[in-house]
């Protein structure tokens, strides 16, 4: 399983290499970026620059897909703070590389053994909202964590906002699961 954090034009506010182990992940940033994000995030395995003709999320996505071989890849936004869980009402923080590392790799597991080539985690900033009858969902858009197994489709590229949404459609069409 790879794991990137994609990240442009934050290098004074990205924060979710804090959630990583040392080494557990690549960093992707803009090539001529990359100086700024060596000073700011010391904990990437690399810090990789993608071309300056890639324009768009889905033209990043695709290309981080194109980029790696490996079988998972798991793509996450620049702002993540903290994962929550919720277990009897009570909401914690989840902070500690090990755990985040442990989740990530369980949830990949999971969707390969579901048969799902994409999985994400919940978004939903506040925990009064979440649906205790209803903890797992495989029917909704993903985002802020994207995890791809293998390579069946291509991430739009002519739609700039709603691409995770776009893909995510396209999935539950051909697979019906997500």
Known sequence: MKVVVLSKSRANSICTHDLLNNGQFDLIVPEDQIP????????????????????????LRNWVLDYYDD???????????????????????????DHVHHILEQTAICAYDAGCSLWSLNQLADVRKYDHCDPFNVNTWVGTIVGVMGRPRK???????????????KTLKEERIV
């Open 36 to 59: 700024n994000y060596e000073l700011a995030v010391m904990n990437a395995n690399e810090i990789i620059g993608y071309p300056e003709h890639i324009q768009g999320l889905g033209e």
């Open 71 to 97: 079988e998972f890849i798991v793509m996450l936004d620049d702002d993540i703070r903290h994962f929550m869980q919720l277990m009897e009402m009570k909401a914690e923080k989840i902070t500690h590389p």
């Open 155 to 169: 991430f739009t590229e002519v739609n700039k906002l709603k691409v995770d949404a776009d893909f995510t459609l």
